[in-house]
């Protein structure tokens, strides 16, 4: 069965940090894997996905992910942070079978730091 | 381009009262999903259709249910709520090809 794993459900960053947002998958066949950002009383919106092309998956606002399969992970990093950038992370997998349903972790909130 | 739509946006409702959460698409895609959002839990996915005519139960089914009679529309029907489904509701819809979902605003609903 696939799954994902979120680590730490609250991360706090100062303005201009590095972010690092951990995400790990379980998978018995090669996974496609998302991240999508929530806002505050808003929909989720995709941020990036990985399909199996290039291991370096850049998406939208500056955000980048990196799947690697030795370490079962697709972390979520930006250089520097925006205040803009606080929101709730979600790190997900999809199924391959029936409908092709997207298991989601249970989220990570990114708080920025004036 | 309005994507995803969801309406209402917010309900109360009484316990053993029913209503339907309504769901239109216009981006002609297969596939929609219904979720609910519980703090600290993620997103569990309630049912799906890859069609229309089709639908099928995810991972929290009871006490919901669904028809998918066109491609544009996904109602979800509450029938005798409780206090337990108190959530917010998304829903979300995707094309085979394309992998990634696009999601509807929200609907919240409380059950008192």
């Known amino acids: 069965a696939q799954s994902v794993t979120q680590l730490g459900s609250h991360v706090s960053v100062s303005e201009g940090a590095l972010v690092l947002l951990r995400c790990n998958y379980s998978?018995?066949?090669?996974?496609?894997l998302f991240w999508y950002v929530q806002y505050p009383n808003q929909g989720l919106q995709l941020l990036l996905k990985?399909?199996?092309?290039?291991?370096l998956v850049k998406g939208i606002n500056g955000f980048e992910a990196e799947f690697k399969k030795s370490e079962t992970s697709f972390h979520l990093t930006k250089p520097s942070a925006h205040m803009s950038d606080a929101a709730e992370y979600f790190c997900?997998?999809?199924?391959?079978?029936?409908?092709?349903?997207?298991?989601f972790g249970a989220g990570t909130r990114l708080f920025v730091k004036a | 381009n309005a994507g995803v739509t969801q309406t209402p946006k917010f309900r109360i409702l009484k316990i053993g009262q029913s209503m339907t959460l309504q769901c239109a698409q216009d981006?002609?895609?297969?596939?929609m999903y219904w979720y609910r959002q519980d703090p600290g839990m993620g997103l569990k996915l309630i049912y799906y259709?890859?069609?229309?005519?089709?639908?099928d139960k995810g991972e929290v089914p009871n006490g919901y249910n669904v028809s998918r009679s066109t491609t544009e529309d996904f109602p979800l029907r509450l029938e005798l709520a409780a206090p337990s489904q108190t959530s917010v509701y998304f829903c979300?819809?995707?094309?085979?090809?394309?992998?990634?979902?696009?999601f509807g605003s929200g609907t919240r609903l409380t059950v008192v």
């Open positions: 979300a819809s995707s094309d085979p090809g394309d992998y990634g979902y696009t």
């Open positions: 998978s018995s066949v090669p996974p496609y």
């Open positions: 990985y399909t199996s092309a290039a291991t």
């Open positions: 997900a997998v999809r199924r391959d079978t029936g409908g092709f349903k997207t298991i």
């Open positions: 981006m002609n895609h297969n596939y």
């Open positions: 259709s890859v069609g229309a005519g089709i639908t």
